[in-house]
């Protein structure tokens, strides 16, 4: 059975059309939800080329795995949760981008090096987590952790500044870590 636009399918008999492989109905669905799947990851991620590539890639996936739907399932919730799942990898990929090249920066290198508007905001704010997220931290992870990440020192060498063991300067590090990850995510 083929679907034509002239007669509107509910979504279980779209779903149902589309596991046969009929574009019809996958056209009937992607008509009916890509707007409002767009202007949903429009807004989370502000960007309109993204978001256009981001819903596309869905509906995409959508057919590719077009066996696997269940007609008795929400399609629209499907979607989304699809649309949830790709908006958080990208916002966990920029995170660790972030963390990656945040030691290697300071205020001073952002403005120099011509930064967007964008890139000095999204600096700023990460900055300003970490800042928070460092003040929380006992106060000898703290300096183990500056001393580490600001000073560029090495573990042995904080170890002997501080009079402590190389391996309890590492446990700080790690557990400073830990809880950078947590304040952050």
Request: glycine share 4%; hydrophobic share 40%; proline share 1%.
């Given at each position: 059975?083929?679907f034509t ?6 979504d ?11 574009v ?8 009916r939800?890509?707007p409002t799947l ?5 807004g ?7 978001s256009?590539?981001?819903a596309q ?6 057919w590719i795995?077009?066996?696997k739907l ?7 919730n499907?979607?989304?949760v699809?649309?949830?799942h790709?908006?958080?990898n990208?916002f966990?990929?920029?995170r ?7 030691p ?5 290198d ?6 967007s ?8 704010e ?11 931290m006992?106060?000898q ?7 580490s990440r ?17 391996r309890?300067v590492d446990k700080?590090?790690e557990l400073?870590?830990k809880d ?6």
């Open positions: 059975m083929k636009f002239g007669r509107q399918q509910n279980s008999e779209l779903i149902s059309a589309i596991i046969r492989g009929d019809g109905a996958y056209e009937q669905l992607f008509v939800y890509y767009l202007h949903f990851i429009r989370m991620l502000k960007d309109d080329h993204m256009e590539d981001i890639n869905i509906f995409m996936k959508l795995h077009r066996e269940d007609s008795t399932q929400s399609v629209k499907y979607l989304f699809l649309a949830k790709e908006i958080y990208i966990k990929a920029k660790t981008t972030m963390l990656s090249l945040l290697q920066l300071s205020d001073r952002v403005a120099d090096r011509g930064a508007a964008e890139e000095q905001y999204n600096y700023m990460l900055n300003a987590l970490l800042m928070q997220g460092i003040s929380k006992p106060p992870r703290q300096l183990i952790f500056r001393m600001y000073e560029h020192l090495s573990n042995r060498e904080i170890a002997e500044r501080l009079g402590l063991s190389v309890t700080h590090i400073a870590l950078l990850h947590s304040t952050l995510c």
